[in-house]
């Protein structure tokens, strides 16, 4: 299975072991052990269905899994619902990006830094001083400066991709984990979004990334892994696995025998 | 004409404050609640026991009113948050139902069906209100101080977590916000203030039965809300004039059988809530949407 | 003998509101719509068959007959003029609900503008009770109609296990996206399960007004209860809504032996209370995956 331990980066901060999620009869996520480390971007490549959103739920407790243990940082977060991972510093995006559409740009990120459920937030004015900051710098980080009071919903589609990031970018998150983020984008974008995310890699973020495009692929990623039909095929080096030709025929849809 | 009038106005300022603190959790927090008229009737009748038992003190009726309101939402919300929204709306209409048997039947603090008579006039910092006229201060008073706590809830961080709860509950909890606890907050919240509307209709009207706070009266509160625009902070109160001053303008009409009134009143806000959800493009929040694109926005 | 007077009871009632919670169902589920208004069908077929039967005096088949046109157009004409328009823009959960909503409160004013607010009912040979044993009071009507229900349900479940269109429906109820697949149309579908979900209230509906009679609120006040079986039931489970409407119109009787007539529907709602607060699933349904 994994030819792991060629350990380009740092120590594991989210691990998945042995996790399996069925639904129905259906195994979406079949015993899948996978290991993100810290200042890397890993992607999550396979074929359609292959459970790689899934795998996602399961990691941020969106889903329960079947069996298997979630480990944060060595801790175990089965548990905890996912709002309190989410606080853990786990952060993630949605394939059909989940804006908050009725509210401005400039709220969606705000909303991203108040984690307090009470009336007010902790922590007094340096607080409010501090997130104020936070959300001038993600905006501008995401060229949405000019947006700010624009609803969500009347974007452009390279613009709501970038505010998806930016609330991600705002809530302070250490591992982000984007879900097919860049799909769709023009060269422009695309290379924008490219150069934020490596940016943002090098300041300590750590970014696993399902993609599609292999391409994409090939451009940003430290380290992949491959799921198919629920199962881990391959992880590791980026030139070995995309150069692998049983797995190009299992993503290019010929099953092997 | 006059006296017809400023009773109209009380009606409508009393109406505005349910109005306005329904919206406060259908038309921000995206909760739909079909017992408002429940907690309406909790703080009437909690308003009215303390009126006749302590003295008809306004302030101290009306807090009564609020804390009770809020400690039965309380029970409401807690466990019914946890599901999904379509079955909050079950729940809430379960404990809608059973809180009119309980008015009907808790006789002694309710009066039954019968209702209580003769509730006092209120008394507010030593002075007995017992004009219309007076009357409508107090209750404008207390719509506009709502009106101004919903506006400072609604622009304050909470105000935000609500709409984003609202417009995908999901990505709530996906960036770290307890959506149960913040939920129950604003019904809590939205029923204590929706308390007061009660203990106001009490004292104004001296009387007070069951049929003031049925399913009828859930339902022609939500269509204020709807038809007025959720998601504003006006639109409830401009529904709540609308359907109000429906039955008068109604009334006028020369060909309308004057027993029919109540009914044809119903169908029109019944088919005014049709239209709406089948022409206003963006559904209720108030907003223009473009027709739906492929990602992002619907709930 | 009372208790068990009061279990045939309710069991006659419990047919009418199993018969209206699987239409509902079966609407739902086909077609994620949150038809509310479907105590609405209730209403119409009730009124129309008493109308046609003992104002018009019209031989019952032909008034039941004419009940079932009413309730199947109805549904139809809900789907394709209410539904179909809010579903091609937005169709919230929220949205189709205040619309059907409105339809009810429409529906109802006007069988009281035209059909009187008053109570009525249509009295035959059959709604006549007789006593069987010392004490318990049966009408043949209440035999008849648990007899009606599970002959409905039989056919229903040949019609879903066995049929093309049927086993589509139950397809749907499960995977939206399945339905391409068989190659059916979606909308064709959700004809289907609008006509048949509505066209299943009319035997309650006849019941009813053979029984207990009916005022322009009837529907509503069946639907509330339907509603909560369902949900007791377990959303997504016509079995369940069947059973759920069984055993609330059990609960509904049972509570009359220990509790006052005015508790016994207050009864109903503390059971979908309870069950919404400590099994949302229900007996039958499907929890969901996600948190």
């Known amino acids: 299975m994994s030819p792991a331990a060629d350990s380009i980066g740092g120590e594991v901060l989210l691990q998945a072991t042995d996790v399996a999620k069925t639904f129905g009869g259906l195994k979406a996520v079949d015993n899948v052990t996978f290991a993100l480390r810290a200042g890397i971007i890993t992607t999550l490549v396979g074929p359609n269905g292959a459970g790689k959103t899934t795998l996602f739920n399961l990691m941020t407790g969106h889903l329960v899994p079947d069996q298997g243990e979630v480990l944060w940082l060595g801790k175990s977060i089965l548990r905890l619902p996912h709002w309190k991972i989410a606080r853990l510093g786990i952060g993630r995006s949605f394939q059909d990006l989940k804006l908050f559409a009725n509210m401005t740009v400039e709220e969606n990120v705000e909303t991203v830094t108040e984690r307090g459920s009470w009336l007010w937030q902790p922590g007094g004015p340096s607080a409010r001083t501090a997130r104020k900051e936070k959300v001038e710098a993600t905006l501008a980080a995401t060229g949405l400066v000019d947006k700010r009071h624009d609803r969500a919903v009347d974007l452009a589609y390279a613009e709501r991709k970038f505010l998806s990031l930016a609330r991600i970018l705002a809530s302070g998150a250490r591992l982000w984990l984007l879900d097919e983020p860049a799909s769709g984008l023009d060269p422009g974008s695309y290379e924008r979004f490219l150069s934020l995310l490596r ?57 092997a025998a | 004409m006059w006296a017809y009038i400023v009773n109209l106005a009380v009606l409508i300022s009393i109406n505005a404050i349910l109005a306005v603190t329904l919206n406060f959790i259908l038309g921000y927090a995206g909760i739909f609640s079909i017992a408002h008229a429940l907690f309406f009737g909790v703080g009437a009748y909690t308003a009215t026991f303390v009126a006749m038992k302590l003295g008809a003190d306004f302030l101290l009726s009306t807090a009564a009113g609020m804390a009770v309101g809020a400690l039965i939402s309380l029970a409401l919300a807690l466990p019914a948050l946890r599901v999904r929204g379509e079955y909050f709306v079950a729940a809430s209409l379960g404990l809608q139902m059973l809180a009119i048997t309980v008015f009907t039947e808790w006789k002694s603090v309710t009066g039954g069906i019968g209702g209580l008579t003769n509730i006092p006039p209120a008394r507010i910092l030593g002075f007995e209100v017992t004009k219309p006229e007076h009357f409508l201060v107090l209750s404008l008073t207390c719509l506009v101080l709502i009106i101004l706590i919903i506006r400072a809830l609604v622009r304050s961080s909470f105000g935000r977590s609500l709409k984003a709860i609202r417009d995908d509950e999901t990505a709530a909890w996906a960036y770290g916000k307890n959506v149960a606890i913040i939920k129950t907050t604003a019904v809590v919240l939205s029923s204590a203030l929706c308390a007061v509307g009660g203990s106001l209709y009490a004292f104004y009207l001296s009387f007070i039965n069951v049929e003031s706070f049925t399913l009828d009266t859930s339902v022609q509160l939500m269509a204020m809300v709807i038809i007025g625009g959720t998601a504003t902070l006006f639109g409830p109160v401009v529904g709540t004039i609308l359907i109000l001053l429906l039955p008068a303008g109604l009334s006028y009409l020369p060909y309308l059988p004057p027993t029919e009134i109540g009914s044809i009143q119903q169908i029109a806000y019944g088919l005014a809530m049709v239209l709406l959800m089948i022409y206003r493009p963006g559904g209720l929040w108030g907003f223009q949407e473009k027709p739906k694109a492929k990602e992002g926005g619907a709930p | ?161 066995r049929t093309h269109t049927g086993m589509a429906m139950r397809a749907l109820s499960e ?117």
Request: aromatic share 12%.
């Open chain 1, 199 to 255: 940016k943002q890699v090098r300041e300590g973020v750590t970014i696993c990334i399902i993609e599609h495009n292999l391409d994409i692929v090939q451009g940003i990623s430290d380290r992949i892994a491959f799921l198919d039909q629920g199962r881990l095929l391959a992880e590791g080096d980026p030139k070995t696995i995309l150069s692998d030709p049983a797995l190009a025929a299992i993503y290019f849809g010929e099953r």
């Open chain 3, 1 to 161: 003998m009372l208790l068990l007077q009061l279990v045939i009871n309710g069991l006659q009632l419990g047919a009418i509101y199993a018969l209206t919670a699987v239409g509902f169902s079966l609407i739902f589920g086909a077609t994620k719509v949150f038809h509310v208004a479907h105590g609405a069908a209730f209403t119409i077929a009730a009124y129309l068959f008493w109308w046609t039967s003992a104002v018009l005096h019209m031989p019952w088949p032909v008034a039941a007959l004419i009940a079932v046109l009413a309730a199947v157009l109805f549904g139809l004409f809900m789907e394709r003029f209410v539904y179909r328009p809010i579903q091609r823009h937005e169709g919230a959960f929220f949205t189709v609900f205040i619309a059907a909503f409105g339809v009810q409160i429409i529906v109802q004013n006007l069988v009281g503008t035209i059909f009187g607010r008053g109570f009525v009912s249509v009295t035959t040979s059959l709604s006549r009770s007789v006593e069987v044993m010392p004490g318990l009071f049966v009408a043949p009507i209440a035999a008849i109609s648990i007899v009606v229900a599970i002959i409905v349900f039989t056919v229903l479940t040949y019609y879903l296990t």
């Open chain 3, 175 to 291: 995977n939206p996206d399945l339905i391409r697949v068989f190659g059916l149309d979606p909308a064709r579908v959700a004809q289907y399960a609008f006509a048949i979900g509505s066209a299943i209230v009319v035997p309650g509906a006849i019941f009813t007004a053979m029984t207990a009679g009916l005022n322009p609120a009837v529907g509503a006040h069946v639907m509330l209860i339907s509603l909560a079986a369902t949900i007791v039931g377990g959303i997504g489970s016509l079995r369940g809504a069947a059973c759920g409407g069984l055993l609330l119109g059990l609960a509904e009787n049972l509570a009359l032996w220990r509790l006052d007539p005015q508790w016994s529907e207050a009864v109903t709602f503390v059971v979908l209370f309870l069950f919404i607060i400590f099994r949302p699933a229900g007996f039958f349904g499907r929890p969901h995956g996600a948190k």
